[in-house]
T-cell receptor, first 112, second 115 residues
């Protein structure tokens, strides 16, 4: 069965600092991995996805994530945090059966 | 705008009542998913439909039911409502981006408040 674990339900960074949100997955088949962002009172928006092409994936708003099979990880990073990055971030894994499994989310706070 | 629409945006109702939430997927998407998001439970998968057929079931209570109609819109019915059912309910649809690989798009959600 597929699952994802997001380490750290709350992460705080200073504006301009590196953002690192952690996601580890468990999958019995080659996974497809996704990061979503949710701003207050809004739906989830796809940030980026890994679908077995390049292991370093670039997404919107300057975010990127690296698929590391040996570590079963798909951590989300951004070199320099902006105030507008404050939101909830969800990691998700999918198998070829069109099923999606979401992590519990990480709330990112950006301190001015 | 993801292309997934949900109505109503907000719903306030009393305990014991029944409500229906509606979702229209993106044009051409055959799959519809329902999720419940509450403060203490996070994002919980409820149920998935594919082209009118139930495909997968998650943590959906027996008081809740859903269906997908021939025009592919879906409705989530919540009955005998309890205070704990207050939550954001999201609908998502998915599209195949390559063989066996799907991408989900979420609607803006319906905020249900049970008083």
């Amino acid at each position: 069965a597929q699952s994802v674990t997001q380490l750290g339900s709350h992460v705080s960074v200073s504006e301009g600092a590196l953002v690192l949100l952690r996601c580890n997955y468990s999958s019995s088949v080659p996974p497809y991995l996704f990061w979503y962002v949710q701003y207050p009172n809004q739906g989830l928006q796809l940030l980026l996805k890994y679908t077995s092409a390049a292991t370093l994936v670039k997404g919107i708003n300057g975010f990127e994530a690296e698929f590391k099979k040996s570590e079963t990880s798909f951590h989300l990073t951004k070199p320099s945090a902006h105030m507008s990055d404050a939101a909830e971030y969800f990691c998700a894994v999918s198998d070829t059966g069109n099923q999606f499994y979401f992590g519990t989310g990480t709330s990112l706070t950006v301190i001015p | 705008d993801s292309g997934v629409t949900q109505t109503p945006k907000h719903l306030i109702t009393a305990t014991g009542q029944r409500v229906t939430l509606r979702c229209s997927p993106r044009s051409g998407d055959l799959s519809v998913y329902w999720y419940q998001q509450s403060l203490d439970q996070g994002l919980q998968f409820l149920i998935q439909y594919y082209n009118g057929e139930e495909r997968a079931k998650g943590n959906i209570l027996e008081r809740f039911s859903a269906q997908q109609f021939p025009d592919l819109h879906s409705e989530l019915n919540l009955s005998s409502l309890e205070l704990g059912d207050s939550a954001l309910y999201f609908c998502a649809s998915s599209v195949a981006i390559s063989t066996g690989v799907y991408e989900q798009y979420f609607g803006p959600g319906t905020r249900l408040t049970v008083t």
